[in-house]
């Protein structure tokens, strides 16, 4: 039988949550919500489906060291830095390489490491289900989240008919990815009921993905070539991603590999899951006072609702007569702006830049 695997990809800045949110430590190595960094959580919730010799994280050389701080559990080996980001297909690619040289028929589950999941049964018993899909034939498995709102900033997969059961759970063809759309078409997705929220969560086996590689992105897994060549000599990882990293292309696997494909199947997620992508989304996890404050740290707060205050115990915010604002206090940087213009917290990064010595912020 192939062996499981989980590859859980922790490489992005997490800039909305700045100034707590920074380069060198994002928001997946942070306790956002919750008392544990967002990836240690990743890990708390597939370590009963797979054993930890069989966890990778695929990191930036920017977040390794600190990656490794919080990930004490996994071997050494197990935590992989890419040397410059080249989005996700080239992280599945280099995934299925190292996958490949543990078990050339393995199969496993590609995963974020910064979403909210609070049923962590329901979420184990969609996870093994997808194994067993994956495992049984020559599909690429994705877990979809049922839409609760006419999001605009997800990409979305239609359901189509229903392809086989595993483990009481019933899987469909994917018909269609689209990407993030506008409101109208947010709100014609929700009524059709046809549509998931893509999760980014994928599980399928080594031969299964690498066959996708080849066929469309040929160039991509040509030149992974060399990666996979090293894991086969078993020798150092490192100095080959320097020297072939910087020549990838920079593509989403969505793009790459499973808009193109017909052997995708897709499984509506039985739990909770939230991908907390700014500031305002904090609020939906963490208790609040009678008049709607979420407070982390030290604050006083006096005729103010709806505020969302981020501090520590020794810096004390005090909050009169203001309603439904963020304030976040850190060492070296305070943010404070509204709960609506929370996503532009990105744009405000790239005015920043253009500081003199700004590089201290980030």
């Known amino acids: 039988m192939s062996q499981k695997f989980v590859v859980i990809i922790a490489g992005g800045k997490g800039e909305r949550f700045w100034p707590q949110s920074r380069t060198a430590r994002p928001k997946h190595l942070l306790p956002i919500v919750g008392d544990k960094p967002m990836l240690v959580q990743t890990l708390d919730r597939v370590r009963s489906v797979v054993p930890a010799g069989n966890i990778f994280v695929i990191t930036s050389v920017t977040q390794e060291k600190a990656v490794r701080e919080v990930c004490k559990g996994l071997p050494s080996a197990n935590i992989v830095a890419e040397p410059v980001g080249r989005d996700t297909a080239a992280a599945v690619g280099l995934a299925a390489a190292i996958v490949g040289s543990r078990d050339p028929n393995g199969v496993f589950a590609v995963l974020p490491a910064d979403h909210v999941i609070h049923d962590r049964r329901a979420y184990q018993g969609d996870l ?70 893509n999760a980014g969560m994928f599980i399928w086996r080594v031969p299964v993905v690498q066959a996708a590689l080849r066929k469309h992105a040929p ?46 199947v897709v499984l509506q997620s039985s739990f909770d899951w939230d991908d ?87």
């Open 219 to 264: 160039e991509l897994d040509a030149g992974l070539a060399p990666v996979r060549e090293a894991l086969a000599r078993r020798r150092a990882l490192a100095p080959v991603l320097r020297r072939v990293y910087p020549g990838l292309k920079r593509i989403s696997v969505d793009y790459a590999l499973l808009e193109k494909s017909d052997n995708v």
């Open 128 to 197: 093994r289900a997808a194994f067993a899909a994956a495992s049984a034939e020559g599909v690429m498995v994705t877990i979809g989240i049922r839409p609760t709102e006419p999001a605009t900033g997800f990409g979305y997969i239609r359901r189509g008919v229903a392809w086989r059961g595993f483990t009481r759970r019933t899987f469909y063809y994917a018909s269609r990815f689209v990407e993030k759309p506008n409101l109208e078409t947010a709100k014609s997705y929700l009524a059709s009921g046809d549509y998931l929220w």
């Open 276 to 362: 907390v992508g700014a500031w305002p989304a904090v609020a939906r996890h963490l208790p609040a006072d009678s008049h709607g404050n979420v407070i982390r740290g030290r604050a006083v707060v006096e005729h103010a609702g709806g505020n969302i205050l981020y501090s520590n115990n020794e810096h004390l915010l005090a909050v009169l007569g203001v309603d439904n604002l963020i304030v976040v206090h850190t060492p070296d940087a305070t943010l404070v702006c509204t709960k609506e213009r929370a996503q532009e917290i990105k744009t405000l990064l790239k005015r920043l830049e253009q500081e003199p010595g700004s590089a201290r912020w980030f």
